[in-house]
């Protein structure tokens, strides 16, 4: 682009501004060609000039050398003549070299787009046109194709004439291209992107759908969607809890998103009862058909203590190996089956294919992140009516994580893995691209549930306890049962003794027994150094610091054992898991020293033996505490817990309890809370009012829970 001056008209000389002679010798065919004098002022023709380029310098590239002006894209070419279309400087014309031109018709708004849904199978068609002028209709899905290809407002209708969309259509246009994909014959929306769509066009549901509309899959989804907008269910009555607010607005929204058949993601951090909000929901769904549960094998057991705890009208059962398999057939309203991610991968397909689940929930859903995982693949063929996913890190690595979740909550809303990764995950990932990112918030945020510590701390118990149930794999159960036996047999072998002075002297080997039996829970190597065999509770450990450590979480990890602690620092190691350690050896300086460097923010993990630093220690850096295993005086536990949840504590505490099914860790509980006595007894020996008898020391052994 340049700017010229034409003294004598436009077809006469031309000048640069500022440039040439003041004074033109200029003659008039229709004066006679009598010559006359023109006086440029060519200060004031630079003046305006600098103007000129000043107000149009966004789409102009200024070469310092010649000085000449461009465009540096056609998109800047098209604003460029918009802004000069659009200027009321009467004394600026545009010119053309001969035979080169670039048409722009009038701006075209929202007004002139029509746009309506159909039914097509699970999906719902867009229909639509845009009326540029009396000859010129674009097809929508083809509006849609070229605006998202041009970077611009303005979009081409072939090699030199553009359209140009007015600023708020042209984004409009976008967004619909975001939310929708390409269909065969057009545009295909989910759904459940109805409302997000009348969003964007500034429109009602209802004005969306056809004049046939009515009875119709589109209908239907309208209406539904309308009527529980503002719907509040009621928590039923038969929760043996009182939620709090933030969980009965989680209740709530869960059942509203169940209404209209659409998955949900609940992904409130750990913590803040993501348990307790779904046992709700089954319950409300209880009618509705029986219910799945899949989750880690280290939280089954917890699931199952929950539901019996808050939800004992429901008919929960954990299936532990393969041959409860036809159970599963039987299933009728009202129950809940819950089942290991590695169980349930092993789910036979017919059982896949017959079962129609009312409610199928997977706790701690970023184990299917993995599209290629055998339980990915199977919890895809799974049917229900509901499907709920609790995960406190939907996205551990990459969005890939999350498109993955979504295909199993809502199957399709994301569209297919190559058209999501070439619409959001490259353009976000590796782009950058911020819009991109506001517009896949803006297709998931109906759909998932996130709240932090933080944003709820003002609701939050101070102290929040949870145990943990594990199932030993097939090594640690073997060992553990031989000595039980062991155990039981120095039991039956002492038993005909009367004299309370023999009892005394071989109590020793029975007290011995059972610690064996304890040591056995937490990990073979404390019995069997040369034992190579996976520690259930080292899994479940490694899964819960994995989690908290990536959600900015800090753990003290308690334990009775030293050579135990021994073995965790080992895998700490071996994770490159920062962590501090603690134990009866460790001298007093050093142990300030570790204290103080945990509390100023090194390391997310404090290794402590339970003897040695379950007293005295102020560890309020720390928000969760784990009890790798039980102590027979749960006021010990207490106080170490009490490390991390004391005064200068800002942030909820949560206390996890590592146990094994059908273990002497089991009966511990059950001490602590009816047996205190015997508890103590155990503990302190003779010195207790209620003596260990030997018939309370074989039930201790007994091999039932």
């Not at 701006?107 to 849904?117: D, M, N």
């Not at 083809?142 to 600023?167: D, G």
């Not at 302190?684 to 008898?693: I, V, Y």
Request: charged content about 25%; glycine content about 6%.
């Amino acid at each position: 682009m340049e700017l010229m001056i034409y003294p004598e008209g436009e077809h006469r000389e031309g000048f640069r501004p500022g440039v040439g002679p003041s004074w033109i010798i200029s003659t008039d065919e229709h004066q006679d060609d009598k010559p006359r004098l023109l006086l440029r002022s060519l200060s004031l023709e630079r003046k305006k000039s600098e103007l000129i380029w000043k107000k149009f310098s966004n789409w102009l590239k200024t070469d310092p050398i010649s000085h000449t002006h461009t465009t540096p894209t056609l998109a800047s070419a098209c604003e460029l003549l918009w802004a000069l279309k659009e200027t009321n400087d009467v004394s600026l014309h545009l010119r053309w070299p001969r035979g080169e031109t670039l048409k722009i018709g009038a701006e075209v708004s929202r007004k002139q787009l029509q746009i309506q849904l159909d039914g097509e199978g699970d999906w719902l068609k867009i229909q639509g046109e845009l009326t540029v002028d009396a000859q010129t209709v674009i097809e929508l899905s083809e509006l849609v194709r070229l605006v998202s290809q041009s970077k611009n407002r303005f979009i081409p209708l072939n090699e030199r004439h553009f359209v140009a969309l007015s600023q708020d259509l042209w984004g409009k246009i976008r967004e619909m291209g975001m939310i929708s994909e390409p269909s065969q014959d057009g545009l295909r929306l989910h759904p459940l992107m109805v409302t997000e769509l009348s969003q964007i066009m500034d429109t009602t549901d209802s004005d969306l759908a056809n004049d046939e509309a009515e009875g119709s899959q589109v209908g239907y989804y309208l209406k539904v969607q309308e009527q529980i907008q503002n719907w509040k269910p009621l928590v039923p009555p038969d929760l043996k809890a009182v939620l709090r607010d933030y969980q009965t607005h989680g209740f709530e929204w869960l059942i509203r998103l169940a209404e209209i058949q659409a998955g949900a993601c609940l992904a409130d951090d750990m913590g803040l009862g993501k348990t307790i909000q779904t046992l709700a929901v089954l319950l409300y769904r209880s009618e509705m058909g029986p219910a799945l549960v899949v989750a880690p094998t280290s939280v089954c057991g917890n699931w199952l203590s929950e539901a019996l705890r808050f939800a004992p009208s429901l008919q929960c059962q954990w299936l532990t190996q393969g041959s409860d398999w036809p159970l599963l057939e039987k299933s009728k309203l009202g129950q809940v089956w819950i089942i290991s991610y590695n169980l349930f991968q092993q789910m036979p397909d017919d059982l896949l294919n017959d079962i129609h689940w009312g409610t199928v929930v997977l706790d701690e859903a970023q184990n299917i992140k993995n599209p290629l995982t055998k339980r990915s693949q199977t919890a895809m063929k799974l049917k229900a009516h509901f499907r709920l996913v609790t995960t406190g890190t939907p996205i551990e690595n990459h969005l890939g994580e999350l498109w993955n979740l979504f295909r199993f909550i809502n199957p399709g809303l994301l569209g297919s893995h190559k058209s999501f990764n070439e619409r959001f995950a490259f353009p976000i990932q590796r782009e950058g691209n911020l819009e991109i990112l506001n517009h896949l918030k803006q297709i998931i945020s109906p759909f998932i549930l996130r709240r932090t510590k933080t944003q709820v701390l003002v609701e939050l118990p101070e102290r929040t306890e949870m145990t943990i149930v594990l199932s030993m794999n097939e090594e640690e159960r073997a060992l553990y049962e031989a000595v039980r036996q062991e155990a039981l047999n120095t039991v039956i072998e002492f038993q005909g003794q009367s004299e309370p002075s023999e009892i005394g002297r071989n109590r020793v080997r029975i007290l011995a027994g059972l610690m064996k039996m304890r040591r056995a829970c937490c990990h073979g190597r404390l019995l069997l150094p040369e034992s190579s065999w996976e520690s259930s509770k080292l899994v479940a450990l490694m899964d819960i610091i994995q989690d908290l450590v990536a959600s900015g979480h800090r753990a003290l990890i308690f334990s009775q054992f030293v050579d135990y602690l021994q073995i965790i620092k080992k895998l700490m190691e071996h994770h490159e898991i920062g962590f501090q350690y603690l134990d009866g050896a460790t001298p007093a300086g050093e142990r300030t020293k570790r204290v103080k460097a945990f509390q100023e923010g090194k390391d997310d993990v404090f290794l402590i033996s339970l003897k040695a630093g379950g007293v005295g220690l102020n560890l309020t850096g720390a928000d969760y505490v784990i009890h790798m295993d039980p102590w027979w005086n749960p006021a010990v536990e207490d106080q170490a817990s009490d490390r991390a949840h004391r005064f200068g504590q800002t942030k909820p505490v949560t206390i996890y309890r590592l146990i094994c099914k059908n273990t002497i860790e089991e009966k511990m509980l059950v001490l602590h809370e009816k047996k205190r006595g015997l508890a103590e007894s155990l503990l302190n020996g003779a010195e207790q009012s209620t003596p260990l008898n030997l018939d309370e020391l074989k039930e201790l052994l007994n091999g039932d829970a």
